[in-house]
Every structure is written in C-alpha cells, then in structure tokens.
C-alpha cells in the first residue's frame, strides 16, 4: 500500500481501512477490549450510511449520554480514543463517533416535502426537527497524508469555521462540543432524506440489536434508496 497516516484524537495509524460489512462490525463490536465502554453508556447507536443500501466508507456511531457539569470529558476522550484505535488497528474500520444526548433525528421524507413546499428541490432546506438541539461531542483533530500529500488537516478548536458550527474545547485534548442548534443539515443529509423510500426509515440501531441480527436479516432492515432524488 502506499505510504499512508492517519490520525483522529490522540490515535494514529499506517493502515488503510475497508468498507464496513455486517461482520467487520459485528466482529469490532464484540472485541472485548471496548465491552467496558459499550456498557458505560446509555446506548450506542448505529446511525449513518451504514444503515442504508448504500455503500459507505465509515461506521457512524452515537453514544448516547445525559451529560452534565460533573461529566468526566477526559474519560470520555479516552473512550473515544480506544474506540478510534481498536477500530482502525485491529477491524480495518473508520469510525464516525459522536457524544449525543439524544438519538439521531431527521425529517422523513413527507416532512421535508411539506416543510418546503412551494420550492424547487435545490432550495430546500432540511432544519432540525423538534427535540434536536444539535449538539455533539467530537474529536477535533483529524490528520490524513497519503504519500507525503496532506489531504486533511485540521483541529476544530483551532480553526473555527461556521461550516461546523460554535466549537467549544471541553479537555486539554481534542474533545470539543459542537453546536449546530441554528443549523439545518447538510445538502448530503437531505440528500439521502429524499432517496429514502419508505417513511418509516431505520434511522438508529442499537449495538445490541445489531449484534442479535443475522446476515440476511440486516440486509433486509437497511433502508432502500431511489437511485435519484424524486
């Protein structure tokens, strides 16, 4: 492979990954190095490209946490952290991770119909439907450099920019919350809201479900998708 680095948070790695599957997730998911973590939070969701039939290149995860004032943001670093490491160094897998409140929420597709009705496709808008305060917990800091070429270079605390919306550090590290309450989402969510097929959408999967799934049986749930936007 060429010569390659890669970094997010604290973690780096000279690996490329692959494309997650049922069981690269499936097999990262039960990796006993990160049970502790699993069961730390709430829930840890599946969200994103994955659960549509699609192909994606990362595995978009939400743990979901009622933080407060007196939340260890360090030790919540440090799990992002191991999840990051375990992931690319031992399952060829990219993670997506965020700290979350809440479940991922977007419109249905007859909600963002409706919402803009009146307009053309290419003017609508997708805001953030009721109970999303759009907020996140993130790391920062992603490195990407292929063949001594930086393709990505950037720390959100560092280098503000209104595209991701008010970062604020929360550690001495890279852990930072984002707020994207005065948001709408972007054009690749509303995107995907407007191919999805059925408005009953899986829009998030426990990690426990999911390890219950078989093969065909998550096949089956993932959402359809039109080839184009209808």
């Not at 990051?84 to 979350?100: F, G, K, R, V």
């Not at 560092?158 to 890279?174: E, P, R």
Request: hydrophobic content about 35%; charged content about 25%.
């Amino acid at each position: 492979m060429s010569d390659f680095f890669y970094q997010i948070g604290n973690v780096t790695t000279n690996k490329g990954w692959n494309r997650p599957t049922h069981k690269s997730v499936q097999s990262f998911l039960r990796d006993p190095k990160i049970s502790h973590i699993l069961e730390k939070y709430d829930d840890v969701l599946l969200i994103g490209g994955f659960l549509y039939a699609k192909d994606t290149w990362d595995l978009d995860l939400y743990l979901i946490l009622n933080w407060d004032e007196n939340t260890d943001w360090v030790a919540a670093e440090s799990d992002l952290d191991l999840l990051n490491d375990t992931a690319l160094n031992y399952h060829d897998l990219l993670l997506d991770i965020a700290i979350s409140k809440k479940p991922n929420m977007i419109m249905t597709r007859h909600e963002l119909i409706d919402h803009n009705k009146g307009k053309s496709i290419e003017d609508f808008t997708a805001p953030r439907v009721e109970g999303d305060d759009g907020h996140l917990v993130k790391l920062s800091r992603i490195v990407k450099i292929i063949n001594g070429e930086t393709e990505i270079d950037y720390n959100l605390i560092v280098n503000q920019s209104h595209i991701y919306g008010n970062v604020t550090a929360l550690t001495d590290g890279y852990l930072c919350l984002i707020d994207r309450s005065k948001m709408n989402h972007n054009d690749k969510t509303k995107e995907l809201i407007m191919r999805t097929l059925s408005s009953d959408f899986l829009n998030n999967l426990s990690y426990k479900t999911f390890l219950d799934m078989s093969y065909p049986t998550f096949l089956n749930s993932r959402n359809k998708l039109n080839e184009t936007i209808q």
